[in-house]
């Protein structure tokens, strides 16, 4: 079964730096979304890119889409303490199953002031 | 517009018990999605229902777990005689529309079940 599997696990940069993190999946996609989740709370969906598109941008946030490669990256740019969560990409069935998201693990964005 | 409602936020129960999860979905959503989290690990789909109609549950194990949403009132995950790998953060989500028109999913803030 597909799998995103986020990587570093772990970032922690000074506010102001730009934040990257990837994501890695196995199987053939219809799209990829980037979810965002603070400590104890629901996700919140960043942004949701289509297997057609390379590349997406969302105020500071900018998505890169490498089909060839199966992976995506997430760019944050000048963050802020704010920022500070977890984050999901997650990847849907090109079977049509867009409600059955595969999420990895995450990793854990810490911003410091 | 309230978001999508989930209660309790924690929930502790002994092993055996039953547990009860409600979730409300966003107004004029009739699409809900639960999921479960465990320690360390990503979200995985469990059941998707609409209402009066669990249209996808491969995601649920086959055993202690139920799921429903009936007409009136919230949809509620049941899971009887818990046992300790149950523990873990469930989520519900919810759409408008069908899925299958790559309709963004709205998550609540999650139900944290606790079994001791």
């Known amino acids: 079964s597909q799998q995103g599997e986020e990587d570093p696990q772990a970032l922690s940069i000074q506010e102001g730096e730009n934040a990257t993190m990837n994501c890695s999946y196995k199987t053939s996609i219809n799209n990829l979304q980037w979810y965002r989740q603070n400590s104890g709370r629901g996700l919140v969906h960043l942004i949701l890119i289509r297997s057609n598109e390379r590349e997406k941008h969302s105020g500071r946030l900018r998505v890169t889409l490498d089909t060839s490669k199966k992976s995506s990256s997430l760019l944050i740019t000048a963050s802020r303490a704010a920022d500070t969560a977890s984050y999901f990409c997650a990847t849907d069935g090109s079977g049509g199953s867009n409600y059955k998201l595969t999420f990895g693990k995450g990793t854990l964005l810490t911003v410091n002031p | 517009n309230a978001g999508v409602m989930q209660n309790p936020r924690h929930l502790v129960r002994r092993r055996g018990q039953e547990a009860r999860l409600r979730c409300s979905p966003m107004k004029g959503h009739s699409h809900v999605y639960w999921y479960r989290q465990l320690p360390e690990e990503g979200l995985k789909f469990m059941v998707y229902l609409q209402k009066e109609n669990i249209i996808d549950e491969s995601g649920m194990p086959k055993e202690r777990f139920s799921a429903e949403f009936p007409k009136e009132g919230p949809s509620i995950l049941r899971i009887q005689q818990v046992v300790r790998g149950d523990s873990a953060a469930y989520f519900c989500?919810?759409?408008?529309?069908?899925?299958?028109?790559?309709?963004?999913?709205?998550f609540g803030s999650g139900t944290q079940l606790s079994v001791l």
């Open positions: 989500a919810s759409s408008r529309n069908d899925p299958a028109t790559n309709e963004k999913l709205f």
